[in-house]
């Protein structure tokens, strides 16, 4: 398990607040600017909590019998015909095979346009002294290194409670996340999964609210339910 995984304090009790899909199998607290990837088995449900508000989870996923297939931004865009995913919606792989059903959403505006934030991005906002600053791309690779997948294989991410706007022009805009305390959303596996997430570190611009805070991450067995 990676070290930035587990923060202080343990999980909220939010049982009273929202239903569970089902019987608990895990849970944990990822900190804040933390990073982790673990196996997700088909039928299982991963919830992603917004503990403290305004946090985005930069995700992604792979086939854990093909790593070659990975989460497509692209095609799971071109399939439901719509860049606006929540409850029902499918994310779907280089393949077009599904991988994850959204099954609950509180919060309801996501991104799967805009990437993560990288030393590139970051070279180009803050100077070439912050490109190395901690970052979603390489924290991704960090954690996906034990699985023999290298920085070039990251895939590009679905970003989850991260609000970027785009207008009728076509205009896009990193606005502040309108996720609070407590909204999450469960993602049920489609297939066999490795799953890794960089709690987003970015505290120079608006998207995570110019604060890191903590994630809150449980795996539900969902498997009757499926
Ligand atoms: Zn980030």
């Not at 990975?70 to 919606?89: A, F, R």
Request: hydrophobic residues 35%.
């Amino acid at each position: 398990m990676d070290q930035l995984l587990d923060a202080p304090g343990s999980l909220p009790d939010l049982r009273g607040l929202h239903s569970e899909p089902g019987p608990r199998r895990w849970e944990r607290v990822l900190a804040p600017k933390g990073r982790t990837a673990f196996e997700l088995d088909k039928g299982h449900t991963l919830r992603i909590i917004d503990l403290d508000g305004q946090q985005v989870a930069d995700f992604i996923c792979f086939d854990r019998h093909n790593l070659v297939d990975k989460i497509s931004p692209s095609t799971t865009v071109m399939v439901k015909g719509n860049i606006h995913l929540t409850t029902g919606d499918y994310i779907r792989s280089v393949d077009a095979y599904p991988m994850l059903k959204i099954t609950q959403d509180t919060v309801g505006r996501h991104d799967i346009l805009a990437g993560s934030c990288c030393p590139g991005l970051n070279r180009l906002r803050y100077g070439k002294k912050a490109s190395h600053q901690p970052n979603c791309r390489e924290n991704l690779a960090a954690v996906m290194e034990p699985y023999g997948v290298r920085l070039s294989e990251i895939p590009y991410t679905f970003n989850i409670f991260m609000n970027v706007p785009i207008s009728p022009e076509g205009n896009i805009e990193v606005i502040a996340p309108v996720s609070k305390p407590g909204d999450f959303i469960d993602l049920r596996a489609e297939m066999d999964l490795i799953v890794a997430i960089s709690n987003c570190p970015q505290e120079r611009n608006i998207c995570n609210g110019f604060t890191a805070t903590r994630l809150g991450l449980v795996v539900f067995n969902t498997q009757a339910s499926s």
